[in-house]
């Protein structure tokens, strides 16, 4: 507050209003009473000086608190393991960038510490390998953008990280992505000399980073999502000419070729792959350093942007998560807002979607295995005050299953595996109107782990991986509606 100036409670001097009194009513004492779903605009005013709220109405579903974290931290990476539990790791904690790690257990809802990571971190990359390790990479330790180069791999059977092979370049703000061969597609990012057109790519198998072909603009704070077609799009970020731009990197030719440009440039934004097979951008910042509540999606199929819904709330530093059911669960960001909100791919419209416990940005958000959303850790704004934090929560989707679905068939039926080898599996899901979709939103599962395993994590989904000879069931779930493959190890 600045100096010379008081602050007085005028709850019952001021003149309450609100722009739609079909969805809920205030009386001059400030008691909002609601009466039926919808959004309002409520306003105080008092002389020649006004303010005013928006008020949502609805039967949300609801968030709840879980476990502390062990530390409060943001800019962490967060990784659903095959065996259900979620590993968090790294970012800045009230101390710093820091080393530490810990994993979420969803059947007993708290965490519990494990080793360190080999060095401090915070804005690293995470991706679950088709061996169950979770490869970091990346990210700063100091202050300004100047990125690092190593990585290390975290071994869930012993719950310690081990250094590997280095980037040839140092980075933060880049992306790293899963490609179909197993290998992984790190892109971009803020180098010392800038923003950078390199890109790399890392194989588990020899534990090195062999360079790949450059992508045709240097960018950083981009995102990167595998196509169902095993290409990777790129799209958007902070750029040396500031334009909308998008590329495709073909993993069979080790290129990037330019795409459609999105309709706006934007950065700190989200990706999220739909079960359409379509990628929607949401939020982010634009070109005049604003927030934007924007919203695009990418057709692969035409190689073009299009605009589509409009979030309520302008955001960025957000996090989206896609559901079961195969909607898109949007919350936090900007200022910290507690408002989340749900985007339907069939209506290609947002809606208001619940209060979070705590409004938070530049937090995880990770999909369990029983559906539900768990939120941790990053900025909180309480009390008109910004700070680090260790909080948790949940959020316990309405619906598991996408509208019209009717039949889930996994392919290949019968596959057959070498231990030590990985098959893909697919989810196609045959809806009411008899359309076929391959489903990104299924929850895999394995009915002898010790076989093989599977995964669920967003880098890495439906991935089954041969640990010892024998046979098991793999199953896509979404909801009450299942199919299901028998795998072969061999």
């Given at each position: 507050m600045p100096l010379g100036t008081t602050s007085q409670d005028l709850t019952h001097q001021v003149t309450w209003t609100s722009s739609a009194p079909t969805v809920a009513t205030i009386d001059s004492s400030g008691l909002v009473t609601t009466h039926t779903s919808g959004q309002t605009t409520i306003t105080a005013s008092y002389q020649s000086a006004s303010a005013m709220t928006t008020l949502f109405v609805g039967n949300f579903p609801q968030f709840v608190s879980t476990g502390v974290m062990t530390i409060a931290r943001?800019?962490?990476?967060?990784?659903?393991?095959?065996?259900?539990?979620?590993?968090?790791?790294?970012?800045?904690?009230?101390?710093?960038?820091?080393a530490s790690a810990e994993v979420y257990d969803p059947s007993s809802g708290t965490f519990s510490s494990v080793g360190n990571m080999t060095i401090s971190r915070a804005g690293a990359r995470a991706t679950l390998l088709n061996n169950g390790k979770v490869l970091i990479l990346g990210g700063t330790n100091s202050i300004g953008l100047v990125g690092l180069t190593s990585a290390e791999l975290y071994d869930p059977s012993t719950g310690t990280f081990s250094a590997t092979g280095s980037m040839?370049?140092?980075?933060?703000?880049?992306?790293?992505?899963?490609?179909?061969n197993g290998k992984v597609l790190v892109a971009g990012g803020a180098a010392p000399a800038g923003e950078t057109a390199s890109a790399e790519v890392y194989d588990p198998s020899t534990g090195t980073f062999s360079v790949t072909g450059s992508m045709t603009v240097g960018r950083y704070v981009h995102t990167a999502t595998l196509l169902k077609n095993g290409t990777v799009l790129i799209a958007g970020g902070v750029n040396p000419a500031g334009a909308a731009s998008a590329e495709i990197y073909d993993p069979s030719t080790g290129t990037f070729s330019a795409t459609g440009n999105p309709t706006i440039f934007r950065y700190q934004h989200t990706a999220t792959l739909l079960n359409t097979g379509g990628v929607l951008l949401i939020g982010g910042i634009t070109e005049h350093s604003q927030d934007t509540s924007s919203a695009e999606l990418y057709d692969p199929a035409s190689g073009t942007f299009s605009a589509t819904g409009s979030m309520l709330i302008s955001r960025a530093e957000h996090t989206a998560a896609l559901l079961n059911d195969g909607e898109v669960l949007?919350?936090?960001?900007?200022?910290?807002?507690?408002?989340?909100?749900?985007?339907?791919?069939?209506?290609?419209?947002?809606?208001?979607?619940?209060?979070?416990?705590?409004?938070?940005?530049?937090?995880?958000?990770?999909?369990?295995?029983?559906?539900?959303?768990?939120?941790?850790?990053?900025?909180?704004?309480?009390?008109?005050?910004?700070?680090?934090?260790?909080?948790?929560?949940?959020?316990?989707?309405?619906?598991?299953?996408?509208?019209?679905?009717?039949?889930?068939?996994?392919?290949?039926?019968?596959?057959?595996?070498?231990?030590?080898?990985?098959?893909?599996?697919?989810?196609?899901?045959?809806?009411?109107?008899?359309?076929?979709?391959?489903?990104?939103?299924?929850?895999?599962?394995?009915?002898?782990?010790?076989?093989?395993?599977?995964?669920?994590?967003?880098?890495?989904?439906?991935?089954?991986?041969?640990?010892?000879?024998?046979?098991?069931?793999?199953?896509?779930?979404?909801?009450?509606?299942?199919?299901?493959?028998?795998?072969?190890?061999?």
């Open positions: 943001q800019g962490a990476t967060a990784t659903l393991l095959n065996s259900g539990k979620v590993l968090v790791a790294g970012g800045e904690t009230p101390g710093g960038e820091t040839a370049v140092g980075r933060n703000g880049h992306t790293a992505t899963l490609l179909s949007v919350a936090g960001g900007s200022l910290g807002y507690n408002v989340a909100e749900l985007y339907d791919p069939t209506s290609g419209q947002f809606t208001v979607n619940g209060s979070l416990v705590n409004p938070r940005l530049q937090h995880t958000a990770t999909r369990l295995i029983n559906g539900t959303i768990l939120l941790a850790g990053g900025f909180v704004f309480l009390s008109s005050q910004e700070s680090l934090t260790a909080s948790a929560e949940l959020y316990q989707p309405s619906s598991l299953i996408p509208a019209g679905l009717v039949s889930i068939a996994v392919t290949p039926a019968n596959p057959s595996i070498a231990v030590g080898t990985s098959q893909s599996m697919i989810a196609n899901g045959t809806l009411s109107d008899g359309s076929v979709q391959r489903l990104a939103s299924v929850t895999w599962s394995s009915s002898n782990a010790a076989i093989a395993s599977i995964s669920n994590d967003a880098s890495n989904s439906g991935v089954a991986f041969g640990i010892t000879a024998g046979t098991t069931t793999i199953t896509a779930t979404a909801g009450s509606v299942s199919g299901s493959a028998t795998l072969s190890a061999q």
